[in-house]
């Protein structure tokens, strides 16, 4: 049997800082939040140059291509040599927004109900 020298996906996003840790990029693979050309992957699909990655975060989609293959993770600098960000501008506009909007509530107002707080997840786009 054969091995190949591919990285897996989520070691990859871990090791490209998409990700702070190895665990949150496999569990963001597993609950389908990462995808491969429109189809959500397994924390263990092998990573091949050229291949387009997109991650659900929140309330933006970020995509990347990989330009190198990697199993460490590397600093923050290095990381343009490994991936290429091909995330819409709109994406990132839609994440300053939200930061630049936080949302208040009334001083005295109270917790919020549990409809309030599907209304604020909806807005923030969390209730996927």
């Known amino acids: 049997m054969e091995r190949s ?8 996003l871990w090791a490209v800082r ?6 949150q990029a496999t569990e963001a693979c597993r609950s389908g939040k990462v995808k491969v050309d429109e ?5 263990s699909r092998e990573v091949k140059r ?3 990655v997109s991650v659900h975060r ?3 989609t970020q995509t990347f291509r990989v ?6 993770r590397v600093g ?3 990381v343009d040599k490994y991936m290429e960000d ?3 501008e709109e994406e990132y506009r839609k994440l300053e927004l939200i930061k630049s909007k936080p949302a208040a509530r009334a001083r005295g107002a109270g917790r919020p109900t549990k409809k309030d707080r599907r209304d604020l997840d909806s807005w923030f786009g969390w209730d996927d």
Do not use: C, Y
């Not at 998409?18 to 665990?23: E, G, P």
């Open 58 to 60: 929140g309330p933006i």
């Open 18 to 23: 998409a990700f702070k840790t190895r665990s």
């Open 86 to 88: 091909l995330t819409p």
């Open 50 to 52: 050229g291949m387009v």
């Open 5 to 12: 020298d591919a990285p897996r996906i989520d070691k990859w």
């Open 67 to 72: 330009v190198e293959l990697l199993k460490k």
């Open 76 to 78: 923050a600098k290095l």
């Open 39 to 43: 189809q959500a992957v397994k924390p």
